[in-house]
């Protein structure tokens, strides 16, 4: 009785909240007007805000006159000094903690604000709304009756100001969860906020037997990393011998494309899986349907949206639409400016509207992820479905990769070289590489031609490197944890060979 009670609760929560979402997303221009002239009211009395006259901007027109777009390098002067511990930099009052994520060229790290209005207008907004999309469509799901496993980094305090906390951004919202919300999660804050990802996998693997979850949260690499040592601890057959009630998977930071096969082996039928687009810089997108490719933009979460086309990136003038000027099929660089003080920010993700009734998006890469060394332009998507049809068509689950460039010289063309680490190996390997090579010709076009003949473009070559490497690669950079991500492309050989130098690193024999 209590149990049906409850989820007559829930029940009307979730309608109104997907009734809301629904709203939003058929009225997308004035979803979003009101949400920048919010934003830009409420910033109006920082010391950003008055150098760009918020006080004068009523209209989308004026906002884009008065600010320029940024990257993270233009706003770190202004992100330095709210690090430092300033109030009413780039949004109003003090900024308590900032999430620590992957470096740009000129440093180690980006510190991205994170202020109590992005906490609840985007991030805790998202996780809730992840949740009642699921239940909408699983009424009766028990995903709140047992435990949700998140998978989180850890937090340090600033360089500059030691009362303030940075960290990976899943740390950052571990840290400020509500009680009832700290309540349904496991392992305990203690152990999630661990800095070292080895102490805090060892601790929720040895403590597994006693946590009864229906869900998991985090990267799909560690996700499926701390599973499977959970499962050969146990000695057991599969998760679900440990944990039945499992039920739901709730994946971002990474595509799930190349994981298909692997967590399809860990779990076969009985999870769920559900992608969201969770970042440093806010909640973006939630996989509202399984049946529907794409994520289903937010467009009520403090977040305002503009996009440029790809092909016009870099441009000085290029063309910088809203949400209701987006077209489909087309991949965009994403622009945002947010109620964590960041304007007309270049975030570096890209995207493709895969519908627009209602806004569903995928990602597609970074702006700056790529390989175009022979004027191919192959992005991130187009490797990961290679992956996938390749890993299906011959029953191989691979575990990590990472695709560079091997340059031209005057005696032959270049090629792309691939390192590839499987969990499963192909049935053929020789029938793996061929299918890799020929879905990345059939999805893009300028590969394709720049294969042709073999004269510009040679045939990619693949090295196989043994089950751990990545890891080991991960950890030797201080890379362990969900924040960190094996970058799937390089417009050079950073990458492919410092992996490749592990494997031929002398043993400690000396041999």
């Given amino acids: 009785m209590l149990k049906e009670f409850i989820r007559k609760i829930l029940g009307s929560y979730v309608a109104r909240r997907v009734a809301r979402i629904s709203h939003a997303s058929k009225n997308p221009k004035k979803t979003q007007q009101r949400t920048l002239i919010s934003l830009v009211h409420r910033a109006r009395l920082t010391d950003w805000g008055r150098k760009h006259?918020?006080?004068?901007?009523?209209?989308?027109?004026?906002?884009?006159?008065?600010?320029?777009?940024?990257?993270?390098?233009?706003?770190?002067?202004?992100?330095?000094?709210?690090?430092?511990?300033?109030?009413?930099?780039?949004?109003?009052?003090?900024?308590?903690?900032?999430?620590?994520?992957?470096?740009?060229?000129?440093?180690?790290?980006?510190?991205?604000?994170?202020?109590?209005?992005?906490?609840?207008?985007?991030?805790?907004?998202?996780?809730?709304?992840?949740?009642?999309?699921?239940?909408?469509?699983?009424?009766?799901?028990?995903?709140?009756?047992?435990?949700?496993?998140?998978?989180?980094?850890?937090?340090?305090?600033?360089?500059?100001?030691?009362?303030?906390?940075?960290?990976?951004?899943?740390?950052?919202?571990?840290?400020?969860?509500?009680?009832?919300?700290?309540?349904?999660?496991?392992?305990?804050?203690?152990?999630?906020?661990?800095?070292?990802?080895?102490?805090?996998?060892?601790?929720?693997?040895?403590?597994?037997?006693?946590?009864?979850?229906?869900?998991?949260?985090?990267?799909?690499?560690?996700?499926?990393?701390?599973?499977?040592?959970?499962?050969?601890k146990n000695d057991v057959k599969d998760i679900f011998a440990i944990w039945p009630n499992l039920e739901v998977f709730f994946h971002g930071a990474v595509s799930f494309r190349p994981y298909k096969p692997l967590f399809k082996d860990l779990f076969g039928d009985r999870v769920q899986f559900v992608e969201t687009y969770n970042a440093s810089e806010g909640f973006f997108a939630i996989q509202d349907t399984p049946e529907q490719e794409g994520m289903l933009l937010m467009l009520d979460y403090g977040i305002f949206y503009e996009f440029i086309p790809m092909t016009e990136f870099g441009n000085k003038d290029a063309s910088v639409y809203t949400i209701d000027e987006v077209k489909e099929g087309i991949n965009y660089a994403i622009i945002i400016s947010t109620s964590g003080g960041l304007w007309r920010y270049v975030i570096g993700d890209t995207v493709r509207f895969v519908s627009i009734k209602p806004y569903r998006i995928v990602i597609t890469g970074r702006t700056k992820q790529f390989i175009n060394a022979f004027g191919e332009e192959v992005v991130v998507e187009n490797v990961e479905q290679a992956v996938l049809t390749a890993c299906l068509e011959t029953d191989a689950i691979i575990e990590n990769f990472t695709v560079g460039p091997q340059f031209m010289t005057h005696k032959e063309g270049g090629h792309h070289q691939w390192v590839v680490e499987f969990s499963k190996l192909p049935d053929n390997t020789k029938k793996f590489e061929q299918i890799i090579d020929e879905t990345v010709r059939s999805l893009n076009s300028d590969y394709d031609a720049k294969r042709n003949g073999d004269t510009i473009l040679t045939k990619p070559v693949f090295d196989y490197v043994p089950l751990g490497t990545f890891y080991t690669w991960m950890k030797e950079r201080g890379k362990l944890g969900g924040q960190h991500k094996v970058p799937r492309l390089a417009n050079d050989r950073e990458y492919v060979d410092a992996i490749l130098s592990i494997i031929h690193q002398p043993t400690t024999d000396g041999k």
């Fill in 53 to 232: 006259a918020f006080g004068s901007i009523k209209t989308i027109e004026a906002f884009r006159k008065n600010v320029p777009l940024s990257t993270y390098e233009d706003l770190y002067p202004w992100i330095e000094r709210a690090l430092a511990g300033e109030r009413n930099i780039l949004w109003s009052g003090k900024v308590k903690m900032f999430a620590k994520s992957s470096g740009t060229t000129n440093a180690r790290s980006k510190f991205i604000p994170v202020t109590k209005a992005s906490l609840q207008e985007a991030h805790f907004r998202g996780g809730k709304d992840m949740i009642a999309l699921y239940l909408d469509r699983n009424p009766k799901s028990n995903v709140l009756f047992h435990k949700s496993l998140t998978i989180t980094g850890s937090l340090s305090p600033s360089p500059l100001d030691p009362k303030i906390l940075c960290g990976d951004v899943s740390a950052v919202l571990t840290k400020q969860l509500p009680i009832l919300a700290e309540m349904n999660r496991v392992p305990a804050r203690s152990i999630a906020l661990l800095s070292k990802w080895e102490d805090k996998a060892k601790h929720i693997v040895v403590r597994a037997n006693s946590f009864d979850v229906s869900s998991l949260v985090g990267t799909p690499t560690w996700v499926a990393r701390l599973v499977d040592e959970i499962i050969k």
